[in-house]
């Protein structure tokens, strides 16, 4: 009975958290879910394929990436209120190590717009592209440009026969461990 107490006293502030900041707190979870399959997208896709490209037209898998992590630091400076370091990782990162760790900074970088986020501070305004733009709102636009492009790189990966992570099967619960007759 005593544990049970312990975990509800601590669980409740999150859960009161949740209640009382339902909008930042679901923009949260969907980074988070966007953060894991674009890092496992990033992981899943050889080194030789990074230069894959369709067409000559379109970025290639590697810059993609590149261009992800360059916005995250442009969107969430401005939920931070800091200048946008501008890093240019598009153009200055090729190997899929530098990439992977360039996005894993600039994902560190963003979780701390997604974390100091609530509901009261996502209704200030700041600007974004020239317009008047809720900080809550910056943060879902980046929600969708990080989709936008997990796209690309699903197209990319099926050209490739690999399997993007949103599509890989779940892996079964392990088995409850057999009882010793």
């Not at 290639?60 to 969107?75: K, N, P, R, T, V």
């Not at 360039?102 to 009261?120: I, Q, R, S, V």
């Not at 997990?150 to 990966?157: A, D, R």
Request: one cysteine or more; glycine letters at 4%; hydrophobic letters at 35%.
């Amino acid at each position: 009975m005593r544990k049970l107490l312990i975990c509800i006293c601590l669980l409740a502030p999150v859960a009161a958290w949740s209640q009382e900041n339902p909008l930042s707190a679901f923009t949260k979870r969907v980074y988070g879910f966007q953060k894991d399959i674009l890092l496992r997208s990033a992981e899943k896709m050889p080194e030789e394929n990074y230069s894959f490209r369709p067409t000559e037209a379109v970025r290639s898998y590697g810059q993609i990436l590149g261009h992800l992590a360059d916005a995250q630091y442009l969107f969430c400076s401005k939920v931070l209120d800091e200048k946008n370091p501008e890093p240019k990782i598009e153009q200055t990162k090729a190997s899929k190590a530098d990439l992977i760790a360039a996005l894993k900074t600039a994902f560190a970088y963003c979780d701390k717009a997604y974390d100091g986020m609530t509901d009261t501070s996502g209704s200030r305004i700041v600007k974004l592209f020239g317009t008047d733009t809720p900080k809550l709102g910056v943060l879902n636009f980046n929600n969708v440009h990080n989709m936008e492009h997990y796209g690309n790189l699903v197209t990319y990966m099926r050209i490739k026969n690999i399997v993007p992570p949103s599509s890989e099967q779940a892996s079964p619960p392990p088995a409850p461990p057999q009882k010793q007759k």
